[in-house]
Structure formats: structure tokens, C-alpha cells
């Protein structure tokens, strides 16, 4: 079993920086993506970025803007950037088994329905 579990969550005002952590325990040789997602009130849940941590190959969603960067570095990071009230949401970290092919293409990896361990989320709020 693998467990994640989310922290750095926050209230920050618009143009303000947060750094999200999510700790990986259990059978963590099951994964080999990582994934930050977020979900707003009334919306689905949508990929902001993947990595694949065995040679730091990332993924970003449009929406990520070069303002939201994806790391691993035993953890899982997301250093969040220049924020805006459009970035409120709870945040949540996943993981996955993905195949090589998914692993070089990208495809997939920013879709919710494809992570199989997920966190508790992590809640961010951004003020104007």
C-alpha cells in the first residue's frame, strides 16, 4: 500500500509564493509518476504537473504558466509562484504506475482518472 500525504498549504495574497510538500511512505517501489492536481468548488479535478523522478522528466498543464514548478528531491515539491486568486484550490499529490510508452510521450500523465494512490489534499488560498 502507498500512502501521501500532503503539507504547505496556506492563505497568501495575490502575487505571493507557496511551497507544497507531499511524503511518500509504504510500497513506494509500486509508483514511478508523481503528480500534483487541484480541485476548486463546483469544478473537476485537473493535472497541473507530473514528474517522473527517474531522470526529473516533467509535465505542466497550460495552466501551470511557468509559475508552478514540479520537483523531487525524496519528496515530492511544488514551488507556486506570482499566485492569483485563480490558483485557490485544495491541491492534491498522486502517484501511479506508468508505463515507459506514457512516460515518454506525456500522454495521460495529467489526467486524474489514471492515478491509482492519492492524499488527503492540501488547501490553498489565495487572496486579492
Known amino acids: 500500500q502507498v500512502q501521501l500525504q500532503e503539507s504547505g498549504g496556506d492563505v497568501v495574497q495575490a502575487g505571493g509564493s507557496l511551497r507544497l510538500s507531499c511524503k511518500a511512505s509504504?510500497?513506494?517501489?509500486?509508483?514511478?509518476?508523481m503528480a500534483w492536481f487541484r480541485q476548486s468548488p463546483g469544478k473537476e479535478r485537473e493535472g497541473v504537473a507530473a514528474?517522473?523522478?527517474?531522470?526529473s522528466r516533467t509535465y505542466y498543464a497550460d495552466s501551470a504558466q511557468d509559475r508552478l514548478i514540479i520537483s523531487h528531491a525524496g519528496d515530492l515539491y511544488l514551488q507556486m509562484n506570482n499566485l492569483a486568486p485563480e490558483d485557490t484550490a485544495m491541491y492534491y499529490c498522486a502517484a501511479k504506475a506508468a508505463t515507459l510508452t506514457s512516460v515518454w510521450s506525456g500522454r495521460g500523465l495529467l489526467d486524474p482518472r489514471q492515478y491509482r494512490w492519492w492524499g488527503q489534499g492540501t488547501q490553498v488560498t489565495v487572496s486579492s
Open positions: 509504504g510500497s513506494t517501489s509500486s509508483f514511478n509518476v
Open positions: 514528474i517522473y523522478p527517474a531522470d
